[in-house]
């Protein structure tokens, strides 16, 4: 009987050591994609993403951040998305439209009042139903960021109204909306990937760039650039996409998860926003560059024959039920 037991007590002893000695299930690793830095609006919601993830499903996943365009421009991040190469990426509408044509239609100039009406439009059912569409273009969109409005930087002289924009050579994203806006205003719009831009500004390729504060101060362009003049000319929405290949094998449970996730990163980037419209202005004046408001009825009233483009586009009645949008 002696025998009998103490062969089972090691038998159990055994197993129960097998058991500890074993190691614990790997997180699941996954590749997150931004254009900018880290201390970025961009940066921001990444962090959060990456908190909300990794507290939501108990460490079984967790976000390897490659900030600075590290994997290439927003259309290959995109596309990367598609093939399941990249598993989540914080993008800007400049690179959507090329897959999500409607997603255009919130760069239109001078469309947004401010931060409140713009959130507004997003967080109804304009913004959702357009989220609604990515899935069909090989994409998942989690929820709508945020970059801010738009402000006009340059090296030559301060623009206070349409005709000191005037043959200014601009860097804008691939977006022809912002393009058509621009020509109407007589800038030499110039689309660049946004890795070239601080090489073009040094070499003075390109006169200036236009892009909210939050990319003015993080990507530290009062280091190149001279004039700021507070345009606001568009307001700028980011995304926080995912890939099918991953969202698709998840269970409902972890699908809530990131959506939460994407909620959270979207509040991240409102806050940094708000923070940064604030503070951005004072901050690039202590860094030496010159600051102006502009003529904003004049600008407004510039860019009114582009309308009818935009019109015909995404159609009026979807232009004007985001404008007037209370």
Do not use: C
């Amino acid at each position: 009987m002696r025998k009998s037991w103490f062969s089972k007590l090691m038998l159990a002893a055994s197993v129960a050591g097998v058991f500890a000695a074993a190691p614990a299930l790997a997180a699941t690793n996954l590749k997150l994609a931004y254009a900018l830095s880290t201390n970025s609006h961009y940066g921001a919601g990444a962090d959060a993403l990456a908190k909300t993830i990794e507290g939501e499903t108990g460490g079984e996943f967790k976000l390897e951040h490659f900030p600075n365009s590290a994997l290439g421009g927003e259309r290959e991040v995109i596309e990367g998305l598609q093939l399941g190469t990249i598993d989540l990426a914080i993008v800007s509408t400049g690179a959507t439209l090329n897959f999500v044509p409607n997603t255009g239609v919130f760069d239109i100039p001078f469309l947004f009042r401010d931060l409140t009406h713009a959130r507004k439009v997003l967080d109804g059912q304009i913004g959702q139903e357009m989220l609604e569409a990515f899935p069909k273009r090989g994409l998942v969109a989690l929820a709508w960021g945020e970059q801010g409005f738009r402000q006009l930087t340059n090296n030559v002289r301060p623009v206070v109204t349409p005709d000191d924009a005037k043959g200014l050579k601009v860097r804008t994203t691939e977006n022809p909306i912002h393009i058509a806006a621009f020509r109407e205003l007589g800038i030499l719009a110039t689309p660049m990937a946004w890795p070239e831009v601080a090489t073009a500004l040094q070499q003075g390729t390109i006169d200036g760039q236009e892009n909210p504060m939050s990319v003015i101060v993080s990507a530290k362009l009062p280091q190149l650039q001279k004039y700021l003049s507070l345009t606001a000319h568009v307001y700028g929405p980011a995304l926080v996409l995912m890939s099918p290949n991953v969202y698709n094998g998840l269970s409902d449970e972890d699908k809530a998860s990131f959506k939460k996730a994407g909620h959270d990163a979207a509040l991240a980037m409102r806050a940094y926003v708000d923070d940064i419209e604030k503070s951005g202005i004072e901050e690039v004046k202590k860094q030496g560059m010159q600051v102006n408001t502009v003529d904003h009825a004049a600008f407004v009233k510039a860019v009114q024959p582009v309308y009818p483009q935009y019109y015909k586009q995404f159609g009026k009645d979807l232009v004007e039920s985001i404008r007037n949008t209370q």
